[in-house]
């Protein structure tokens, strides 16, 4: 029988044989006319192979969940080949059309990535909120038949740069994070360069303070026992003061190097002598680069010794690059193998020719006894780790007070307050969240009706010494609302995580994040990390545009309608009336659950099926609610995207599309229009996202073959002759609307919001940004030459 360490240790060297093979197949066997060469992968995987191999192999569980430092996914990809989860021909196609993904992906790759990395820091910081999430879950008591999972990352030390790790560790010392693990491959290497002296130091102190363990590994048991010997000591002052650069350079430069350089800086022609003397130099090479991350007893020691569930960071030293020719070189990044070392290596490890793939090739070890210490691998025990999570039903309608003039956030507001009060099934499952924004956001009403979230309860002092407050600010573990401090990234992230609960934790949550909506440009490399891994959220962004007027110039959004279009996984919806945000929000509760086939509705073109993220942008201005029945028919255009709020006549010349807050001015500039100009059309669009969304889908369909496809916007367009003309108008960027014209050919005067800061009245603002009533006519006429259009005045 192999015992544990052996087995171990051959499978890490097989693990970093694979990832290499993979590495160097996509860069020298496969033709890549691209010319782009696999970097970053190489130097970064050898550094982590041992951590991996120690956690996958012997140390996880089945509920335990991991981020892998991007770079490090040949390492992922290759133990899941050991496993049998991922095949040869994803593996030779690394990289490519379809092939195992650069970075590891939940929604890409075909073996079972927990989370997805590719923008280092968000990873990370998804560990922590998962952990969270799972707490909430928890607390609520569901999923309490499994066992508590750890959520682990993977870090690279240049990786903690990014600040968003360090917004997410103070969120976590607020909630009480728990059964979380960081592990930072500290290998003091980053991209370009080595990174700067001690900053171990800083870490450890900073975790500490955030009530983090900490668990320092440096030196190996090789080193360890060396420092034992006679004139060990003089040998470990040395390695503990020598600086990054030159530690680096000597994994480089190897066995003879080091000789040099310690019999030059140490050598005393006595027991430190006699200590390096014993030794061979490729001995010595592998004594002086022993270091605890590449030390699989170590490793193991440290991470079993674990039996609580406060977080933990090991900073693990490691050598990027360990194990290959370039290790420690500064420019090893990017650094490949030639195929010349690649065979010298092949060679070393016993692989024949033409057995590069085959799982045990090389290894010294029988067969079967691999295989089956690989089937008793905890962290792979229980098969697929994703786990199903039933549909809740939401109810047809989502009801509201309503009154004669309303903003839509109010109406957000009243919406979620009446689903707090009705009870529901899917409302215990909504979770709210919001980064110090909840009062402003109109989320008031049904944190004081479920809640505020804490693992332990805590009473509001407020009420207890009877101060009157509009707000009950209580919370316990059957609070429903999550708050946040400001940082908008961790509000994404936490998003991130609420939203992956039924697949990572079993049970279904509903969330609904609410911020400012100029502030997702704050996190947005976070809410597009969220989508990617396909987390299911309501986002609420309100107040939105110029409209928020007097509030600051400095709040104000242009470009947010364009970045709901241009996201991939979320449906993003400007409403201008209430009831038609609750048709939206209704919506999308069942969407945000959707999980089918990604086949489009050949009625919209749109791949509802698939479900997906949704973006409300509302706003706090105040307008007059139209008085009608929500039909059905009406309910599926405003899902659609769009509906004639004023139908046009035969004979429109022009007609006026408008989205959101605007409403009162696109319909007054018709009725001014209506006494020169006949059967002029109001066009309402609540998505110009999933308008134009469902039209390139029927182009695309159409050059496919579906001579009938058509979207809902063709549909809508298609009573205008081409010499209609259209004026569009958004409180936003002008080309979220613009292309409308291309539909069908009709001329366009796209008005909208190019420039920002200046403070004032909603009407001051409008007439200086052009999307008043009357730059609207002023659109109109330029449109309808020949036709003088009444009531104009000069634009200013
Ligand atoms: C947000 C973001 N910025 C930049 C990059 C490009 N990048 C990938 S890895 C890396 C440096 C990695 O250094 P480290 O974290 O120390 O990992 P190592 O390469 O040492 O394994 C950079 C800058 C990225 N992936 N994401
Ligand atoms: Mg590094």
Known sequence: MTDRLSMLAALERKVLWLASWTIHHANHLRDSRDGLKVGGHQASSASLAT??????????????????????????????????????????????????????????????????????????????????????????????????????????????????????????????????????????????????????????????????????????????????????????????????????????????????????????????????????????????????????????????????????????????????????????????????????WRQAMGVRPGHEWERFEGLKLPAAEVERFLKSAPFFAEGRRRYEAAKLPIPATLAFPAQAAMSTQQGFGLILNEIARAREPFADRIVTTSPDVTVSTNLGAFVNRRGLFARQSMADTFKQERIPSTFAWEFSPEGQHIELGIAEMNLFILLSALGLTHSIHGERLLPVGTLYDPFIQRGLDALNYACYQDARFMLVATPAGVTLAPEGGAHQSIATPLIGMAQDGLAAFEPAFVDEAAAIMRFGFDYMQRDGEGDPDEHTWLRDETGGSVYLRLSTRTIDQPQRAMTAELTEDIINGAYWMRPPGPNAQVIIAYTGAVAPEAIAAAGLLAESHRDVGVLAITSADRLNAGWTAAERARQRGHHGAASHVERLLSPLSRECGIVTVIDGHPATLAWLGAVDGHRVKALGVEHFGQTGTVDDLYRHHGIDTNAILHAAQALTSGRPVRYLRALP
């Open 51 to 344: 951590i991996m191999t120690a956690l996958y192999f012997a140390v996880l569980r089945p509920q335990d969940r991991v981020a892998v430092k991007p770079h490090a996914s040949p390492n992922f990809h290759a133990i899941q080949y050991l496993m049998g989860n991922q095949t040869r021909e994803k593996l030779e196609n690394f990289r490519g059309f379809k092939g195992a993904q650069s970075y590891p992906s939940r929604t890409k790759d075909v073996d079972d990535v927990d989370f997805s990395t590719g923008s280092v820091g968000l990873g990370v910081a998804q560990t922590l909120f998962s952990s969270l999430a799972q707490d909430y879950v928890r607390a609520h008591g569901w999923g309490t038949d499994r066992p508590e999972g750890r959520m682990v990352a993977l870090i690279g030390d240049a990786e903690m740069d990014e600040g968003n790790i360090y917004e997410a560790l103070i969120e976590g010392w607020k909630h009480g994070v728990r059964n979380t693990w960081w592990v930072v491959d500290y290998n003091r290497q980053s991209l370009d360069a080595v990174v700067r002296e001690g900053l171990w130091e800083r870490f450890e102190a900073m975790f500490r303070n955030f009530g983090w363990d900490v668990v320092i590994l440096k030196y190996g048991k090789l080193l360890e026992a060396a420092f034992a010997e006679p004139g060990g000591d003089k040998l470990r002052q040395w390695i503990d003061t020598c600086p990054n650069q030159l530690y680096s350079a000597l994994c480089y430069q190897g066995g003879a190097a080091w000789r040099k350089r310690l019999t030059d800086d140490i050598g005393d022609q006595g027991k430190v002598s006699k200590l390096l003397d014993r030794r061979t130099d490729e001995e010595l090479a592998g004594l002086m680069t022993n270091l605890a991350g590449h030390d699989m007893p170590t490793l193991l020691e440290a991470f079993e010794a674990v039996d609580h569930d406060r977080p933990v960071c090991f900073i693990a030293y490691t050598i990027k690059g360990f194990g290959l020719p370039f290790q420690g070189h500064k420019d090893n990044h990017a650094g490949l193998m030639t195929p010349a070392q690649m065979e010298n």
